[in-house]
């Protein structure tokens, strides 16, 4: 094969391979936010079920002084306005029901970060909200755990990047209170969780070595709905119940 | 002289035989357009107008109308949801995933990979809802024998736009620790990176796929080794876009990392909640042009 014939052969077999597929040339992106019109036809959809809802999800059922979430922790003061918020209601509603239920009360609570999914709105609470921030359909357990299992649950806490909400525990650096009082290996102590954190959920496998589980047939959403119909007026704020040494 | 006519001119017309008889030699530019979102959790109407950072925005009717949209202008668009589509507002409590699987299949999704929250009706609500839209869900690394889900979950798709072949594969995050055992029953995860080498290596030279696109719901980075997007990229080859989820990340623009043998891989997500739908388009041409894969934003 003379030169001339081996260079249209190159150029040749070149194209053969460059034209039986496509080659990727280049890529570009682009972030679109939702501004923008409505599908008359998807909304049409969407009213059939909002309609079929059989309770007023816009009644509402108290006010909230300021806008409260989840994530105005700071690493220092590791607990945020809408988890002290919860937490707290969870410790009030429990401890009554617990205390009606079995003559006993609750040490303190525990609820996930991960549990609580919206924000709590300034103004006007709606009982849509209770189910934005408290979806899930889990109810309060109260598991009895002897103070020697304590220490895990506390440097599980600490360990963690997002703040677990708690009510009735006190953690400043190495100094750890239960109802302002240290804690005592040998006694029991009755700790208010939800049903997702005794199966393991977020990881906290600890909850397992309970020695007595109480179900109060009481979900976290219907806690926090019946807290704020009756005081009517939410309010929280950032404390000093978890200080962690930097 | 065009590239035709001096093939032709060439005295090499004989050679059609072995493959240019399929082959159009003009110049020709195929774009390929994928949309998608993650972690939409049951966001079905906009957000209230009180909402502290996107009042009004979102929604599915919205997103709906976009979809269309952007069909319309590229029918070949191909539509992913990266996991998390349920839980977060009343409808999933009353509706148990009805409404939004319907929808979504309504506006034009492909798939979706199952994130966490999928579980949380129960698996036999889940196949209710599946079956009752003919709902695809994609995932390569929950093995559902024995389960509700059993024959219904693909473990990839491949998709044909005009001769490109899209080969896409779904991943999802370990259950244990984080979904109560009780709904995911028998479903046993496996270790995402395995799957997603031998998976993306069977697309890419099996199937002979030219994208091959991952919708994970594995999460964008963690602080500890788990796994995410970011160490799956570095540790598989193969994989060209990562789209993903449960993190809630909103990236203002995908990452460009490089994989194992030091080649592009795209990682994107955008927020929670169906705020924001991601769009990127892959441009294929047959032209010699040079290959400039840099991402740009339009």
Known sequence: MNTFFKIIFLFVAFHLVGCS?????????????????????????????????????????????QLYTKGDFNSKRFNSTLGNLIAD???????????????????????????????????????????????????I???????????????FLKNETTPHPFSGLTINGNEVLVQNKPIKPS????????????????????????????????SLRNAFIDYTKSKLYLSSKIDNRFIRNE | ???????????????????????????????????????????????PSNHNLYPNKGGFSKRASLFKELITINPNTLIFDAGDIFQGTPYFNFFQGEL??????????????????????????????????????????????????????DKYKIYNKEG??????GLGIELKGLVNPLLYGETKYYDPVDIAKDISSKLKYEKGCDLVICISHLGHQYQNKKISDIELAKLTSNIDLIIG??????????????NLLGEDVIINQVGSSGVFVGKIDFYFSNSNKYSDKSLVEV
């Open chain 1, 21 to 65: 597929d496509l080659n990727l040339n280049s890529i570009s992106y682009s972030r679109i936010e939702l501004t923008g019109p409505e599908s008359i036809a998807v909304s049409d959809v969407i009213n059939i079920y909002k309609d079929s809802i059989d309770v007023s999800l816009d009644n509402i059922i108290g006010f909230s002084d």
């Open chain 1, 89 to 139: 209601i969870l410790f009030i509603q429990s401890d009554s029901v617990f205390k009606f239920q079995e003559n006993k009360n609750i040490d303190f609570v525990i609820q996930n970060h991960g549990g609580i999914r919206a924000s709590l709105p300034k103004g006007e609470v709606k009982l849509t909200d209770a189910y934005k921030i408290l979806p899930f359909e889990n109810e």
């Open chain 1, 141 to 155: 357990v109260i598991v009895e755990m002897g103070g020697e299992s304590l220490s895990e649950i506390v440097s």
């Open chain 1, 187 to 218: 006694n029991k102590y009755y700790i208010a969780i939800n049903d997702y954190l005794l199966t393991g959920g977020d990881n906290m496998f600890f909850f397992n070595k309970n020695t007595e589980v109480y179900r109060l047939g009481y």
């Open chain 2, 1 to 47: 002289m065009n590239r035709r006519s001096f093939i032709y001119n060439s005295g090499l017309a004989s050679l059609s035989v072995m493959g240019l008889n399929s082959c159009n030699l003009s110049s020709r530019d195929l774009k390929i357009t994928i949309l998608h979102t993650n972690d939409v959790h049951s966001q079905i109407d906009p957000f």
């Open chain 2, 100 to 153: 939004e699987l319907n929808l979504m299949k309504m506006m034009g999704y492909n798939a979706a990979t199952i994130g966490n929250h999928e579980f949380d009706a129960g698996l036999k609500t889940l196949k209710k809802n599946i079956l009752n839209n003919n709902f695809q869900f994609i995932s390569s690394n929950y093995d559902f024998t024995n389960t509700e889900l059993e024959g219904l979950i």
């Open chain 2, 164 to 169: 490109i072949r899209i080969g896409v594969f």
């Open chain 2, 245 to 258: 989820g449960h993190t809630h990340t909103l990236l203002k623009k995908p990452l460009i990392l490089n």
